[in-house]
């Protein structure tokens, strides 16, 4: 079967969606959008796309696509979410962070109960190939039952913890959460669109007793020196007899009493993953088996997130189930004396 697909959204991160698809054989790119017209043309000819559109109802109207690719800032992720499952798109993959607060959290919720819309969030990471290797092995049990995950990024939680986030929920099979107890610290508003603390350091204790340690900011572990900030992300996961530890530019494991290890380019392995992450959205339009980053568990995800702002201004552990305050983002911001210019209004 041959996908339609466009993209929402020209600019700088769309590339690394439209880069992959010479490698996708069952995909044709369509047609791209944007407000700027400037940026729409570009991006069609920089990918040989044949249409480009300044109006994201036109595009879906006359392209009929079967997949769009939705490269737009969080502070209006949920309106444009909308507004491509009241088009009737029937799959849009959905740039990270899922959300920006709770507000639009819980209108999220509501979009994913009654969508037709297969919407996935752009969780590269967990289609790499050594993610994949590493987390069959765990779920297989070499490492005896899992005991502790530790993840950690660099970046601001909103920037690139949720990615290590969404590999800690995969490693631990999905499992729910009984609390999480969390300290951050400062404000950061990158570019108004994703808000989030400086530093984040959060202990989560999920229902089977398994305990997951996530940080972000300054002060992680750094897998390298003279690299990029974004490239100090990373994951280990012990367990009774062994562990795995996946990182940006590596990784290695202890199973069975043997250790090893190797070495990857990032950039490579990236680009496989991201069209791994495509080819999983096709199968959910062909066998009805959702992606393993839907936006449910997506959402799942940035309830942590939440509990994590829920549990610093309170100083106290959260308890799942949560229903946070419709304002625990803007609680936060107040509690360490920042402002958000949120250049979008809501």
């Not at 698809?21 to 940026?39: F, M, Q, S």
């Not at 702002?309 to 625990?328: E, K, L, M, N, R």
């Amino acid at each position: 079967m041959s996908y339609k697909v466009a993209f929402l959204g020209c600019g700088g991160r769309a590339n690394s969606h439209a880069v992959v698809y010479p490698n996708i054989e069952e995909a044709t790119r369509v047609a791209c959008c944007d407000l700027v017209e400037e940026k729409a043309v570009e991006f069609a000819g920089k990918y040989d796309i044949p249409k480009w559109y300044l109006d994201l109802d036109e595009m879906v109207e006359k392209e009929q696509p079967d997949l769009v690719h939705m490269s737009m800032p969080p502070t209006i992720r949920y309106s444009l979410m909308k507004r491509l499952s009241d088009l009737g798109v029937p799959a849009v993959v959905v740039e990270k962070p899922i959300a920006i607060g709770a507000d639009d959290y819980k209108k999220l919720r509501e979009l994913e109960a009654e969508s037709a819309t297969k919407f996935t969030v752009n969780h590269q990471l967990r289609y790499h190939e050594k993610t994949m290797e590493l987390l069959d092995r765990v779920l297989q049990g070499q490492i005896g039952n899992v005991r502790c995950l530790d993840a950690s990024a660099k970046l601001p939680m909103n920037g690139q913890g949720v990615h290590v986030l969404d590999l800690m929920f995969a490693y631990a099979d999905y499992t729910d959460i009984r609390s999480v107890h969390a300290a951050c610290s400062g404000f950061d508003d990158i570019n108004g669109t994703h808000p989030s603390p400086n530093t984040a350091s959060a202990l989560i204790t999920f229902v089977d007793e398994k305990r997951g340690v996530l940080q972000s900011g300054e002060g992680v572990p750094e897998i390298a020196q003279d690299v990029p900030r974004h490239m100090h992300k990373r994951i280990a996961v012990y367990g009774e007899t062994g562990f795995v530890h996946w990182k940006m530019n590596g990784w290695e494991m202890g199973i069975d009493g043997k250790y090893s290890s190797g070495e990857h380019e990032y950039r490579v392995v990236d680009d496989i993953g991201q069209a791994n992450l495509v080819r999983a959205v096709f199968n959910w339009l062909e066998t009805g088996e959702p992606t393993p980053t839907n936006l449910a568990v997506a959402l799942d995800e940035w309830l942590v997130i939440l509990a994590c702002y829920g549990s610093t201004v309170a100083q106290a552990p959260i308890t799942f189930p949560y229903d946070p305050a419709d304002d625990v983002l803007e609680q936060y911001i107040d509690f360490v004396g920042a402002e958000w210019t949120n250049p979008h209004g809501g």
